[in-house]
């Protein structure tokens, strides 16, 4: 079976039509993945641009988790963590092969800025905010010795027990592209690598843009009834003087090696400063993150070796028995959180939470948010721009599940091992055809297709990575993977979890046509 969203096309033609657009969005973030097909669906004329790839910003530097954010407790943004929560469910139901649950352990320890009685009332809170039916289980409480006994690397001096909660985790940049596959199969026309030069203004009224294509250098002009922008840090680039103030923060993360028979994630506090930051399985590795740091231009996004040092040394002080050291950090990652601009004692505590401006007639952007949270804010985007177009329709993105869905109900029980037990039918090895079936959903039939053509797609691209060629193939062939970076960061994270990338480089490609 082959699922309608797919393949998916670059359409650049039709963005060269002389019809004008309802809505053009720029930014094929998650933002804009989820504005585009919020918009197709109330049947809106819609494109949706990328100057690179889906997910080549903000969108694939998170800590690839679907959660409502229990920190945020602490600044008493339970509307924050509440709407979160609530997203975290329609995720889970919408996506199940790609939002999935993860435990995570909070240890405390004698001293610690939060206690166990104050974490406990937290926890409570965090569940009760989290009402309905949700895809993960209460908190427990744990005790020191069985915290130790399943955790033996914890730092023991002075541990006073802990608790098990539970969120979600997702891979971003491969949820971006189901959502944006979601919206072409909505109506929408979708092309990645276009890049919007300027904004084209009719009396003050933004009515288009002048865009260009960076595969093949093409220029030329489209209008729109409404633009929106979700263009995150890039904001000022585009809008100019007129875009609102906001303050950009980099959140650095470190990628190490996996932890032996460890599945659960860790929210630790780093005893450099008291800031939150999380340890996350991740396709056989660990991410380590993030930190805050507040910087001037998109540019400034690169990871620094003060940073690095920071988040291995917090690890080290709550997890001696890991031994993490430099010379282990497999990759590191950075992306600019754009938040709204404001007084505050730390960059912690500035304000997750999401507005919408509008810096010139004709163009609307939202400032703030959270990746858990996009779909929601976007359909308050859409509410607006459709309101002032006269479109009446409402938000339908909760509804019908993204490409690939299979029943939720049946997602760990006999569905996935059967899609696991075809794969490996067709040449994939155990730990690959899991991860296949997970990352395709019901697409995995595609791939089971082409390893019956090519049976030497089965290789995997690294050898500590479960990736196979076959992934990369479907990629480049239905799943708009322009380019080796496409590929390598975003359809699959090899460049974030691979080792040897110089020869994952080479292989992917290898698979695109001469």
């Not at 819609?46 to 407790?73: F, P």
């Not at 479109?391 to 993105?397: D, L, M, R």
Request: glycine share 8%; charged share 25%; proline share 5%.
């Amino acid at each position: 079976m082959t699922d309608h969203a797919f393949p998916l096309r670059r359409k650049v033609d039709d963005l060269r039509g002389d019809t004008p657009f309802d809505v053009l969005i720029i930014g094929g973030g998650i933002y804009g993945a989820w504005a585009a097909l919020d918009a197709a669906r109330r049947g809106l004329r819609t494109a949706l641009i990328d100057a690179e790839d889906w997910a080549s910003g903000t969108s694939s530097a998170s800590s690839k988790l679907i959660h409502g954010g229990l920190r945020y407790l602490e600044n008493f943004e339970f509307g924050l963590v509440r709407h979160a929560l609530t997203e975290r469910r329609v995720l889970a139901r919408l996506a199940p092969h790609m939002v999935r649950p993860v435990n995570f352990v909070l240890p405390v320890w004698q001293g610690a800025r939060v206690g166990m009685t104050r974490l406990r009332a937290g926890l409570m809170l965090y569940d009760t905010l989290a009402w309905g039916r949700q895809p993960v289980q209460r908190h427990k409480r744990y005790n020191r010795e069985r915290l130790l006994h399943r955790y033996p690397f914890l730092a023991e001096a002075g541990l006073r027990g802990g608790f098990r909660y539970g969120d979600c985790q997702e891979d971003d940049a491969r949820l971006t592209m189901l959502v944006v596959a979601a919206a072409q199969a909505a109506g929408a026309i979708c092309a990645n690598h276009v890049r919007a030069e300027s904004l084209i203004e009719d009396n003050g009224t933004v009515v288009g843009a002048e865009l260009s294509d960076q595969i093949d250098r093409q220029r030329w002009s489209v209008r729109a009834r409404h633009t929106v922008a979700t263009v995150g840090p890039w904001l000022k680039e585009l809008a100019g003087e007129t875009a609102p103030a906001v303050q950009f923060v980099k959140g650095t993360h470190l990628v190490v090696p996996g932890i032996p028979q460890c599945h659960a994630a860790f929210l630790l506090n780093a005893p450099q400063d008291g800031r939150v930051f999380f340890v996350i399985p991740y396709y056989n590795r660990t991410l380590v993150g993030t930190t805050e740091v507040s910087v001037e231009r998109p540019a400034d996004a690169t990871p620094s070796d003060e940073e690095a040092r920071y988040l291995l040394a917090a690890a080290h002080a709550w997890m001696p028995g890991l031994s993490w050291s430099e010379s282990d950090v497999i990759q590191r990652f950075a992306g600019i959180r754009t938040l709204q601009a404001q007084d505050a004692n730390s960059l912690s505590s500035v304000t997750r939470e999401f507005e919408i401006r509008q810096p010139r007639p004709g163009l609307t952007t939202p400032i703030g948010g959270k990746y858990t949270t996009a779909r929601l804010d976007a359909a308050e985007v859409i509410d607006r721009v459709a309101h002032s177009l006269g479109c009446k329709a409402p938000s339908s993105t909760d509804q019908t599940p993204l490409p690939g869905a299979p029943t939720a109900d049946n997602l760990l029980g006999a569905w996935i091992e059967d899609a696991q037990r075809q794969l490996m039918a067709a040449g994939l090895d155990e730990e690959c055809a899991l991860q296949a079936a997970l990352r395709h959903g019901k697409r995995f039939e595609r791939l089971r297709e082409r390893l019956r053509e090519d049976t030497t797609l089965a290789q995997r691209i690294d050898s500590e990575c479960p990736f196979a060629l076959v992934e990369a193939a479907v990629a480049i062939d239905e799943e708009m993977a322009m380019t080796p970076d496409d590929v390598l960061r975003r359809r699959l994270p090899l460049d974030l979890v691979g080792r040897d990338r110089a020869a994952a480089r080479a292989a992917i490609e290898g698979l695109f046509p001469r």
